[in-house]
């Protein structure tokens, strides 16, 4: 773990738990779980170090994220690489999101900081009131393992922004890259103690969530996870943002560049092996540009690289490990019998050489798919794509909204009042129009229903790491009826 700026070891009975690489199934380190009196010590340390940073004019806060954002901008190519390491995921895009996205949370909010304040309201009799936003104190971040370092910077940012300590505790399959940005913030100015990184796996998660000195969770992964969570930290009612599954809708109507719509679908399917939680999997093709759709999307698809994810070329990599293979394909034989039609993929991939022991599957395209199927109802994360046939608007709406999650949607079409009435319309909090996937820092996001609870960046990303205080000020006599 990282605690009070430096690698700090667990006792010496610690569970040792192991990092196995996806691409060659090989062993390549592993780390220490914290107990509880790590975690302890942990809590007391970024207590100690909150109440100083709070007293920090906001302006010098800020000055330490940006140049914070600054170092990850000068070791990108190195930092890409260990994310790789971690994630299995393709060098092709470690290398141009993950580091660059917890930079621009960063660089966002180190700009935004001098700029959160309250307001003032006008009294009766020459009174004022005023409101104050307030750091929430320690607080926790549990991040996925698909995007660690971006998980990292996107918590880490406006809770470090606004005041606050942070413990964050990365996946346990993906932790080297939350572990460095902790030198990269120290590197930079951020004292010690205000950014610390718990390792382990769900027992040191509980101690987390359930520890009465920490004042916020906010949590990235599946819903019955994060229902857990909420749970744990009901006692002692904490604060609580999500941001969770989803099985979200991608809409293609009539008039949409079915060229374009097809690229997004690639994206919205295929992009980090399909592992990602505001993937558009129930693919909604309007009857009259099926055809030409289906046709695209499975040409493109089977030209897909598949390989080693150092190799630059590589357009995807394997699953995060054979466990989660196992349940995706799982899915795949699941749409078989459900009747749906498998028009390309679902196929476990045995590759030569050092990846023979690697968990890669050739990326699947289902076609003829019903509402009802488990295959369009369920979240798989992998990469599993549904298409659906339409005819109306009315018809595509109520289709896309009857499910449990909210977390995302897409729709393409050239008539724009269109797009504007249905993203109106479907039930999801972070939505695009003629694009797919794109989450800038300045941007909400947020999802509905199942999918969420609260807001990661943009302004309103400020709610979720403060505590709103109002003050009345008198400026005439005590109203009293009383002798």
């Given at each position: 773990?990282?605690?009070?700026g ?43 170090a ?16 940006r ?34 996205s ?68 990365p ?14 913030l ?23 969530t359930?520890?009465p ?41 009539e ?9 997004a ?18 693919i ?15 040409e493109?698809t ?8 150092f ?128 989450a ?14 609260g ?11 403060t ?12 109203d009293?009826?009383?002798?």
């Amino acid at each position: 773990s990282w605690v009070g700026g430096k690698f700090a070891p667990a006792a010496g009975s610690a569970t040792r738990i192991p990092l196995v690489s996806a691409v060659s199934g090989e062993q390549y380190g592993e780390f220490e779980a914290a107990d509880r009196e790590q975690v302890d010590h942990a809590v007391q340390v970024a207590a100690e170090a909150q109440r100083e940073w709070a007293k920090w004019c906001p302006t010098d806060r800020g000055r330490v994220l940006r140049r914070a954002a600054d170092i990850l901008t000068e070791r990108n190519d190195e930092l890409a690489q260990l994310e790789t390491l971690d994630t299995s995921r393709p060098i092709q895009e470690t290398d141009c999101v993950d580091i660059v996205s917890a930079r621009d949370a960063l660089e966002y909010y180190g700009g935004l900081a001098p700029t959160i304040g309250g307001d003032f309201i006008h009294q009766p009799n020459r009174s004022w009131a005023y409101t104050v936003r307030e750091p929430l104190g320690v607080t926790c971040g549990i991040g996925a393992w698909n995007y660690p370092m971006q998980g990292a910077g996107w918590k880490a940012a406006p809770a470090l922004a606004c005041g606050n300590a942070i413990l964050f505790k990365p996946a346990e399959d993906t932790p080297l890259t939350a572990l460095a940005l902790g030198e990269v913030l120290k590197e930079a100015g951020l004292p010690d103690g205000l950014y610390n990184v718990i390792l382990g796996a769900k027992e040191t998660g509980q101690l987390l969530t359930r520890h009465p000195g920490i004042s916020k969770v906010s949590f990235t992964g599946e819903m019955a996870t994060g229902s857990a969570i909420c749970a744990d930290a009901a006692p002692t009612l904490k604060k609580i943002q999500m941001e969770l599954g989803g099985k979200s809708p991608l809409i293609v109507f009539e008039d949409a560049d079915v060229r374009e719509a097809v690229s997004a679908a690639m994206l919205a399917n295929w992009y980090s092996s399909g592992q990602v939680c505001s993937n558009g999997t129930r693919i909604f093709v309007h009857s009259s540009v099926k055809e030409a759709f289906i046709k695209q999307f499975v040409e493109r698809t089977r030209k897909i690289k598949i390989g080693d994810p150092f190799d630059p070329s590589v357009q995807m990599g394997p699953m995060i490990h054979h466990a989660h293979l196992d349940k995706v394909l799982e899915y795949v034989e699941i749409g078989r019998k459900e009747g749906a039609d498998l028009l390309c993929g679902g196929e476990r991939l045995s590759l030569e050489g050092a990846l023979a022991k690697g968990a890669f599957m050739s990326p699947a395209i289902f076609d003829n798919c019903t509402d009802d199927m488990r295959i369009v109802r369920e979240e798989i994360f992998g990469p599993v794509a549904s298409v659906l046939t339409f005819e109306t608007e009315a018809e595509v709406v109520e289709r896309a909204n009857d499910t449990k999650y909210g977390l995302s949607a897409g729709v393409f079409t050239r008539n724009l009042q269109r797009a504007h009435r249905v993203v109106r319309d479907i039930e999801a909090g972070t939505t695009w129009i003629n694009n797919y996937n794109l989450a800038p820092a300045e941007l909400p996001w947020t999802g509905h229903k199942g999918s969420g609870i609260g807001v990661s960046n943009g302004t309103y990303g400020v709610d979720d790491w403060t505590q709103v205080k109002s003050v009345y000020v008198e400026m005439d006599k005590v109203d009293c009826p009383y002798e």
